[in-house]
T-cell receptor, first 114, second 112 residues
Framework: DAGVIQSPRHEVTEMGQEVTLRCKPI?????LFWYRQTMMRGLELLIY????????DSGMPEDRFSAKMPNASFSTLKIQPSEPRDSAVYFC????????????FGNGTRLTVT | TQLLEQSPQFLSIQEGENLTVYCNSS?????LQWYRQEPGEGPVLLVT?????EVKKLKRLTFQFGDARKDSSLHITAAQPGDTGLYLC????????????FGDGTTLTVKP
């Protein structure tokens, strides 16, 4: 089991550029979550999918953020255009279908927008 | 909106000391998880508690779920430098099926 795989590990970009973060969940997991972590706000849920369908995107901060899950093994989180306040660590996590199943996190993408 | 409050926010102790961190909510959890996160990594699950009053032990770590399922505690006996990290509780609520709400975490530093 390779775990949840995120890429890239680090991303440095200039304000206004498009950023795409990628995630491969654990095979067989039905849920996929995108979180953002900052010192000020802690771990925030941005959006989650069940069986590739977005269920709740109320945590997505603005229209600049979008997420897709074209198939069960791949998801992207896109920020366009990026702003310095988007700088954070972005985590992808997946979990099984059973209620209360724990989350398995990737190692995150550290995004710095200058 | 269900909120989880963790305390203390920061804790710095000497190796060998005992400590307890807390996770509280005004709402009833359907289940609760504790995670530990080390720098540069994602949170890793330590335990899941489901039943009110439940106590689970993981080596020197003892997890307790409140009888009313609104609070939980994590007690570490004889802390070691390897216990250093961010401890997060995450609650599942009946009205938010499928997603967990995270507390802000307790940053623990154990000095040798």
């Amino acid at each position: 089991d390779a775990g949840v795989i995120q890429s890239p590990r680090h991303e440095v970009t200039e304000m206004g550029q498009e950023v795409t973060l990628r995630c491969k969940p654990i095979s067989g997991h039905d849920y996929l979550f995108w979180y953002r972590q900052t010192m000020m706000r802690g771990l925030e849920l941005l959006i989650y999918f069940n069986n590739n369908v977005p269920i709740d995107d109320s945590g997505m901060p603005e229209d600049r953020f979008s997420a897709k899950m074209p198939n069960a093994s791949f998801s992207t989180l896109k920020i366009q255009p990026s702003e310095p306040r988007d700088s954070a660590v972005y985590f992808c996590a997946s979990s099984g279908n059973r209620a209360g199943s724990p989350l398995h996190f990737g190692n995150g993408t550290r995004l710095t927008v200058t | 909106t269900q909120l989880l409050e963790q305390s203390p926010q920061f804790l710095s102790i000497q190796e060998g000391e005992n400590l307890t961190v807390y996770c509280n909510s005004s709402s009833v959890f359907s289940s609760l998880q504790w995670y530990r996160q080390e720098p540069g990594e994602g949170p890793v699950l330590l335990v899941t508690v489901v039943t009110g009053g439940e106590v689970k032990k993981l080596k020197r770590l003892t997890f307790q779920f409140g009888d009313a399922r609104k609070d939980s505690s994590l007690h570490i006996t004889a802390a070691q430098p390897g216990d250093t990290g961010l401890y997060l509780c995450a609650g599942d609520f009946w009205t938010n099926a499928g997603k967990s709400t995270f507390g802000d975490g307790t940053t623990l530093t154990v000095k040798p």
